[in-house]
């Protein structure tokens, strides 16, 4: 059991070395908090704190930094809850209004959002295929014998393959193909093109196998796409800024992960999609290469149906409340422009 003063000096230790990123002791404490103790017996209950796990000691230093354990005690119950103040909130909503957003720019932007007012890594990950609709398709000329097939969605995505024209057919057939289909297959979920309309597409493109399987190509290729999710980085440079990060290897390390988006995916749903805040701390992280790392996590949900993934990757010395109330305020507004 720890004493309530243990748990204020290691609160202090905590909030001091997010701040200065430099390990602490005992006379600094003394000097910038008000806790009517001597240093001496700062020092011993620090030495306490490291006996127990809490504290460790950088190689050379002779002040203290918090230990993985540390700081899930700090985030379970030391660190005082945070919320975006009012300016912050008219700052991210004059954000999203500025402009005319489709989807894959509101999850970018999201990102942007996300890794700006927390100083790490952000990922979004989003999970539309219930949702996704298809708009029109398109061709357009690529060559003699050639064209690109566009299939565009309502949220803006846009996905092409090239198509072999058939023999005697004219590049307005085409066309007249393409709007023969959009009227029958606008706003229709791309889920169930596949599964049911698809077939009534056939008897305006029967005369060539090869269109009619570039359609179903593409449908098949979006809805893919979405049902494992698409991911939206943000502040890659401001993460790799912090000390802790000085290493080139460290760095390499990183960069590889933030490359690898499938292992991206993986390490957000490597807990449960249980709604809410979630963090793991240090070794707490299954995954090699980010065990000296925290990531805080949040799914948020459309009309009750899980949608996506916020994520905020960086240092073990993050700020922790700051980023939790950004995420909050995030999932509810996602919640809010998306239904």
């Not at 504290?55 to 700081?71: D, F, N, V």
């Not at 690109?148 to 393959?161: A, Q, R």
């Not at 292992?263 to 963090?279: A, H, M, T, V, W």
């Amino acid at each position: 059991m720890l004493t309530e003063r243990k748990k204020r000096i290691l609160q202090m230790i905590v909030d001091y070395y997010v701040a200065t990123a430099e390990p602490v002791g005992s006379r600094t404490i003394a000097r910038n908090f008000a806790l009517g103790i001597s240093p001496a017996t700062i020092r011993n209950e620090m030495s306490d704190l490291e006996a127990l796990g809490y504290l460790e000691q950088p190689h050379t230093s002779a002040g203290r930094i918090p230990s993985s354990k540390g700081y899930r005690l700090y985030v379970d119950s030391l660190g005082e809850p945070d919320l975006i103040n009012e300016n912050e909130q008219i700052l991210i909503e004059q954000w999203y209004k500025s402009r005319l957003l489709q989807m894959d720019e509101i999850f970018q932007l999201t990102a942007k959002i996300l890794s700006r007012m927390t100083n790490n890594l952000s990922v979004v990950t989003a999970y539309q295929e219930n949702h996704i609709k298809f708009n029109y398709i398109k061709f357009l000329p690529l060559d003699s014998q050639r064209a690109i097939l566009l299939l565009v969605t309502e949220d803006g995505v846009v996905e092409n393959s090239i198509v072999k024209l058939p023999e005697g057919v004219a590049f307005s057939d085409l066309d007249s193909v393409a709007q023969r289909i959009t009227t029958k297959l606008a706003g229709i979920p791309l889920q169930d093109i596949q599964q049911q309309s698809i077939r009534e597409t056939y008897r305006d493109i029967v005369f060539d196998e090869g269109l009619h399987q570039g359609l179903l190509d593409l449908v098949k290729q979006i809805h893919e796409q979405r049902h494992e999710g698409k991911v939206y980085l943000g502040g890659t440079t401001q993460m790799l800024k912090n000390p802790e990060f000085n290493s080139v290897n460290r760095v390499r390390e990183l960069l590889q992960i933030v490359e690898e988006r499938r292992l991206l995916k993986d390490i957000l749903n490597s807990s449960n999609e249980n709604f809410g805040i979630q963090i793991s701390i240090g070794a707490e992280n299954k995954f090699s290469g980010i065990q000296d790392c925290s990531v805080v996590r949040a799914t948020y949900n459309i009309n009750g149906q899980f949608a996506g993934t916020l994520a905020v990757l960086g240092p073990t010395r993050m700020e922790y409340a700051k980023i939790i109330a950004v995420m909050n305020f995030l999932e509810n507004y996602l919640r809010k422009i998306l239904r």
